[in-house]
């Protein structure tokens, strides 16, 4: 199956996305007291719910005059997205460059990446290189 491409999110589109996503359908009502500080008016997470149905991410079941809304992309299928888009324009594409950067940036000690590499899901490990095959460089590029 190909890669999603999604349309670009705001911050503002993000933050109320993943309010979605954490409560599952909501009313706008419901919305903004789980928005961090400062919350934007009841009005403006209406207008940036519109935005994000039109974008196809929201979905809307009617109660008479009220709409509860609810996630239609799911929260997994966004952060694959992100995270690619993430590694292609930052680290060319390259898992191993990404996790680098942030081993050097947060200091990590050999046993922290040990860890980390315990979290890490079967699936996405099985798309790393394979660190014995002497075409690769450990980054996904021939040698």
């Known amino acids: 199956m190909p890669d999603p491409t999604f349309p670009e999110l ?8 993943q309010v979605l996503w954490q409560q599952g359908p909501a009313f706008v009502k419901d919305v903004v007291p789980a928005l961090p500080e400062p919350r934007p008016a009841v009005t403006t997470v209406s207008t940036i719910i519109r935005i994000l149905e039109q974008k196809g991410f929201v979905g809307h079941e009617a109660f008479g005059r009220t709409h509860r809304y609810h996630a239609l992309v799911a929260r997994d299928e966004y ?3 992100s995270l690619g888009k993430l ?3 930052y680290f060319g594409g390259s898992f191993s460059r990404l996790v680098s950067f942030f081993a050097q940036e947060e200091n990590l000690d050999a046993a922290q990446l040990e860890e980390l590499l315990r979290h890490a899901q079967p699936s996405t490990l099985n798309d790393l290189p394979d660190a014995s095959d002497p075409a690769s460089d450990h980054d996904g590029r021939p040698a």
Do not use: I
């Not at 705001?10 to 996305?17: I, L």
């Open 10 to 17: 705001t911050r503002a589109e993000e933050q109320v996305m």
């Open 87 to 89: 590694l292609g324009g």
């Open 79 to 81: 952060r694959r997205f």
